[in-house]
C-alpha cells in the first residue's frame, strides 16, 4: 500500500508564494508518476501538475503555469509544488496523487488515472 500526506497549506495574500508537499510512504519504489490536483467548492477536481518520478519535462496546467512548480526528492519520498503569484482563484483544497503506471499517462490531466490520494490541504489566497 502507499500513502499520501500533504502540508504546508495556509492562507496567504494575493501576489504571495507557498509551498506545498508531499510525502510519500509505504511501496514508494512502485510510484511512478507524481502529481497535485486542486478542487475548489462547487467546482470539481482540477489537475494541476504532474511529475514522473526519474524525472524528465512535467506537465502543468495552463492556469499555472510560469507560476507553480513541482519537484520531487526521490531520496526524502516527496513531491512539492511551489506556488508563486498566487491569485484567489488558486484558493481550494490541493491533493498530492501518485500512480503505479510506468508512464506518465496522455490523459494525465484526469483523475481517474491516479490510484493514490492524500487528504488534501487547504490554500486560502485572499484579495
Known amino acids: 500500500q502507499v500513502q499520501l500526506v500533504e502540508s504546508g497549506g495556509g492562507l496567504v495574500p494575493a501576489g504571495g508564494s507557498l509551498m506545498l508537499s508531499c510525502l510519500i510512504s509505504g511501496r514508494t519504489s512502485s510510484i511512478w508518476p507524481m502529481g497535485w490536483f486542486r478542487q475548489a467548492p462547487g467546482k470539481e477536481r482540477e489537475f494541476v501538475a504532474v511529475i514522473h518520478r526519474s524525472g524528465g519535462v512535467p506537465y502543468y496546467a495552463d492556469s499555472v503555469k510560469g507560476r507553480f512548480t513541482i519537484s520531487r526528492d526521490n531520496a526524502k519520498n516527496t513531491v512539492s509544488l511551489q506556488m508563486n503569484s498566487l491569485k484567489h482563484e488558486d484558493t481550494a483544497v490541493y491533493y498530492c496523487?501518485?500512480?503505479?503506471?510506468?508512464?506518465?499517462?496522455?490523459?494525465?490531466?484526469?483523475?481517474?488515472?491516479?490510484?493514490?490520494w492524500g487528504q488534501g490541504t487547504q490554500v486560502t489566497v485572499s484579495s
Open positions: 496523487t501518485a500512480d503505479r503506471s510506468l508512464f506518465i499517462s496522455s490523459t494525465y490531466y484526469s483523475a481517474h488515472e491516479y490510484e493514490y
